[in-house]
């Protein structure tokens, strides 16, 4: 009977424990995809000043690139290289006949600006698509569940994403530190008339910046959208959490979004779960639910604001 | 033969015009002097032929016609620029900003800290935390990376210690002797400029007053223009 029951308890632990941990890989899953979003923003705001609301749309051209391409192809792989070259394409064609005319310009004209190609990109993919939701399947050998250690069961298609995530992060930190072409981006960065005054042809580097931050956000928007449904639309709330994720990473700073998107993906995913539980402990529960849940949903919003008061240049940005 | 040319030369920032009438007249392998009181219009006329601010009239380098260029163009062409205030890339280390902007040629990283010493032990220290002096060295590093046929030094002593602006002087004199690269100088130092420059061409109120070579420049003309003799 004794021993039963320490059984019961220690499984007990171990679920919670298995719990804990398969959230604390969604948190990191959403993070990493946020940060694959929020790397191309915060490059193009660090480096040209712009501010590019449309970035999601460019999450939802990949998104809806992959759809067709998958469709079309019956292949994932296919898909995805679909959404990162479409989503590049298109990104620096807008970034041609569009952006570089707004470098120059105050951030009230790019907002405005970019805003329109928002809704520009949203009724153009309506057009052509519909407004009905498409579907993006994974493929079958990758949608099941693995075991890993300690009973925590996750599907794999998920763990490739993180996997993914993390090799753009490389990636990005490699082309940015150790390339010429970073060098002379981290230089644009500091003097953009004076890199050109030896020899840099800023706006070809400018238009190649933008297509990788345009080509990230697709590719993101298709590894999402295998998850979820690809649709009209989906690219703006993933924007605003992205623009979250670079103030408290620093504006401009690759290092300071991946953080940023990490603490804002384990905070919306571990705040919605664990939050009403944590309620329960000391408050009647339909209460405690809607309670926790509300505070939940506002919690990476008081996560940036308790950051922006202790830092105001964000936790890897430079000041002034 | 003439390298760089600059005929009936205007410019304005805006509605104000900084530049009437520049005309210069720089040979290959030749250093002159661009003098002239602060805001007669040497540095707008270093900023028109790097294409940093717009212009009418002939600009030629090497008999093309560079006047439509955009600034990277030009830079390509040969023409390396050191600015006034030196505007190194900050948060780049010095290897980085010297490599920038490299093109193959005759300079490389090992010639650049041959010539500049200290440049050499600070290769992975970020321009930022380098002194004046220093900084100026990486400014000009930086513009000899690019392989250029002609270098613009703008003020590249100014506001440096005596013993620093020496070692600067010493290594544009190691250019001319050793490279035979032409070079146009701004600067205050009068001395300095005599002791080195081949030509002068001085600048009055956005016009060129005097051209001619460095012997024949006399005290009254430079006192005139100058204001120093």
């Known amino acids: 009977m004794g021993a039963a029951n320490s059984c019961t308890q220690t499984c007990g632990v171990f679920m919670s424990f298995a719990l804990f941990a398969e959230q604390v890989l969604n948190g990191l899953q959403s993070g990493i995809m946020l940060f694959v979003m929020a790397a191309g923003l915060t490059l193009i705001f660090g480096v040209m000043g712009l501010i590019n609301l449309a970035h999601g749309s460019l999450y939802m051209v990949g998104a809806f690139a992959a759809a067709a391409a998958a469709a079309w192809t019956g292949s994932f792989l296919l898909a995805l290289v679909a959404a990162l070259t479409g989503a590049a394409l298109v990104g620096m064609f807008v970034e041609m006949l569009v952006i570089r005319r707004l470098y120059d310009r105050d951030h009230l004209d790019q907002v405005l600006a970019t805003f329109a190609l928002i809704l520009i990109f949203s009724e153009g993919t309506r057009f052509f698509f519909g407004s009905f939701p498409l579907f993006l399947d994974v493929p079958k050998v990758i949608a099941g569940p693995i075991n890993l250690p300690i ?10 994403i993180i996997g993914v995530g993390l090799c753009v992060a490389l990636g990005l930190w490699l082309l940015i530190s150790k390339t010429r072409l970073g060098v002379q981006i981290r230089a644009g960065k500091n003097d953009r008339e004076m890199i050109a005054a030896l020899g840099v042809n800023i706006s070809a580097l400018y238009t190649f910046v933008f297509a990788i931050g345009a080509g990230l956000a697709g590719l993101a ?3 999402v959208g295998a998850i979820q449904s690809v649709q009209v639309g989906m690219g703006e709330p993933v924007l605003i959490l992205a623009f979250v994720v670079i103030v408290i990473g620093g504006i401009g700073s690759i290092k300071g979004a991946f ?3 990490i603490l804002v993906g384990l905070t919306d995913t571990l705040g919605g779960i664990f939050l009403p539980e944590l309620f329960k402990l000391f408050m009647e529960g339909s209460i405690a639910t809607s309670l926790g849940s509300a505070l939940a949903s506002m919690l990476i919003y008081i996560l940036m ?3 922006l008061v202790c830092r105001p240049q964000g936790l890897f940005g430079v000041q002034g | 033969m003439t390298l760089l040319l600059l005929e009936n030369v205007t410019a ?5 015009q900084a530049l009437f009438d520049v005309n210069l007249n720089l040979k290959e392998g030749e250093l002159m002097a661009l003098m002239g009181r602060n805001g007669m219009g040497k540095s707008t006329t270093v900023k028109v032929i790097m294409r940093m601010l717009r212009g009418t009239g002939n600009l030629l380098f090497e008999g093309r016609d560079i006047m439509g260029l955009p600034s990277h163009r030009v830079a390509q062409m040969g023409l390396g620029l050191v600015p006034e205030g030196r505007r190194c890339f900050r948060d780049l280390t010095v290897a980085e900003n010297l490599s920038a902007s490299a093109r193959l040629g005759y300079w490389s990283l090992p010639r650049i800290f041959e010539l500049f010493p200290r440049l050499g032990e600070r290769q992975v220290q970020v321009a930022d935390s380098l002194s004046g002096g220093e900084q100026q060295m990486l400014s000009i590093g930086r513009a000899l990376m690019t392989n250029p046929r002609l270098l ?3 003020e590249a ?3 440096l210690a005596p013993i620093v602006r020496q070692e600067i002087w010493v290594a544009i004199g190691k250019l001319k002797a050793e490279t035979g690269i032409a070079i146009l100088l701004i600067d205050k130092s009068i001395k300095e400029l005599r002791e080195i420059c ?3 061409t001085l600048i009055e109120r956005g016009k060129t007053v005097w051209t001619g070579s460095m012997k024949s420049l006399d005290s009254q003309t430079l006192d005139r223009y100058v204001g120093v003799s």
């Open chain 1, 221 to 223: 928007g298709a590894l």
């Open chain 1, 151 to 160: 009973g925590i069961e996750y599907p794999v298609y998920r763990l490739i």
């Open chain 1, 259 to 261: 953080i940023g998107a």
């Open chain 2, 152 to 154: 613009i030094l703008d």
């Open chain 2, 198 to 200: 081949d030509s002068a």
């Open chain 1, 305 to 307: 604001a308790v950051i």
């Open chain 2, 157 to 159: 002593t100014e506001g």
């Open chain 2, 12 to 16: 304005s920032y805006g509605k104000a």
